[in-house]
């Protein structure tokens, strides 16, 4: 039996990859790369969760990671769900502004939003995709969201503006993530270690 | 026993999620693989979802002037008023198209039901 069956075909590589976090009071979570079980679980059971009025009502994450590279989850505990997971389609990419990860996907599970830890494990997912930006030796992130996400990103240190030499392709609300606001979020993956 | 390559995460980290927040939705970022149609589709579900809000939030006001009447709702007031859904559905659509996020709804204390012209125009099945 291949020791790959059950995994798509090329699977990054990570310093980060099976690094825990314990965070209170959710828990445990696992640096993991989602399976294409995983992705067919996520499909069948978070849309039900999403509202309706949510803007990535119609996601369906197997295609997505599909033709990801990189793609990685936070797996809450030993084999349990996932909490938030995240994929882009290139990795890095050079600009004028020097080296950027673009992040193209990002989803927390939608039981872990607001008022059940939705602020943790976002957090937690965002200081993630910095540390695996950094370990790409990306000084910064690029992405594009949704105009009610805004003050959460800005919030986080992400700055609003068109991205020199960056085409967002879907005309959205582009952000870019400067080397100080990257390596600060990385920075909170590092925590008190045991 | 303690996990090797484990890291506790304090007091400061939970401070600093506090003072961030919960994102207001599950999707974080989206990316270039989305369909322009699906940028579009969720834009106005998230639209029509704040008209739908105020409209909620006037029903006891309106119900003062349109009782039991299928009104057009948009920007928080109501455009026009017809006697039943498939007539109001039509009215939105002559007077708005099928881009504008209005609400077409009855004016009852319980009402639920709601569609736009412009969701019922993108939605994908």
């Known amino acids: 039996m291949s020791r790959r069956r059950g995994r798509y075909a090329d699977r990054p590589e990570s310093v980060h990859l099976d690094r825990v976090w314990e965070l209170n009071p959710h828990g445990e979570m696992k ?11 996520i499909d069948r059971e978070w849309p039900p969760k999403r509202s309706s009025h949510h803007l990535n009502v119609g996601w369906r994450w197997a295609p997505l990671l599909a033709r990801s590279p990189e ?26 502004a020097g080296r950027h990860y673009r992040l193209d996907y990002l ?22 995709v910095a540390a695996r930006a950094r370990e790409l030796e990306a000084e910064g992130i690029v992405l594009e969201t949704y105009e009610a996400l805004v003050q959460w990103y800005e919030n986080l240190g992400g700055i609003r503006g068109a991205v020199a030499g960056w085409t967002n392709p879907n005309k959205l609300v582009p952000f870019r993530f400067g080397p100080d606001a990257t390596r600060r979020l990385a920075e909170m993956t590092d925590g008190e270690k045991e | 026993m303690v996990k090797k390559n484990k890291t506790t995460l304090g007091e400061a980290f939970h401070s600093e999620a506090m003072r961030i927040g919960a994102p207001p939705e599950s999707a974080l970022a989206v990316g270039p693989g989305a369909s322009e149609e699906d940028v579009v589709a969720a834009a106005h579900r998230s639209a029509v979802a704040a008209e739908m809000d105020d409209f909620h939030a006037s029903v006891s006001k309106l119900m003062e002037n349109h009782a039991l009447r299928w009104v057009v709702f948009f920007e928080g007031k109501v455009h026009a008023e017809f006697d039943n859904q498939k007539d109001a559905y039509v009215g939105a659509l002559t007077m708005f198209g099928p881009s504008v996020p209005v609400v077409v709804a009855r004016v009852e204390e319980t009402t639920s039901v709601y569609q736009t012209a412009a969701y019922a125009f993108h939605a994908k099945s």
């Open chain 1, 31 to 41: 640096l993991v790369i989602p399976s294409p079980t995983d992705a067919a679980k």
């Open chain 1, 71 to 96: 793609r990685f989850a936070l797996k809450r505990g030993d084999g349990g769900e996932i909490a938030g997971l995240w994929c882009s389609g290139k990795g890095v990419v050079e600009l004028p």
């Open chain 1, 107 to 128: 989803e927390v599970n939608p039981e872990f939003r607001a008022g059940a830890g939705g602020s943790e494990v976002s957090l937690l997912l965002m200081a993630v």
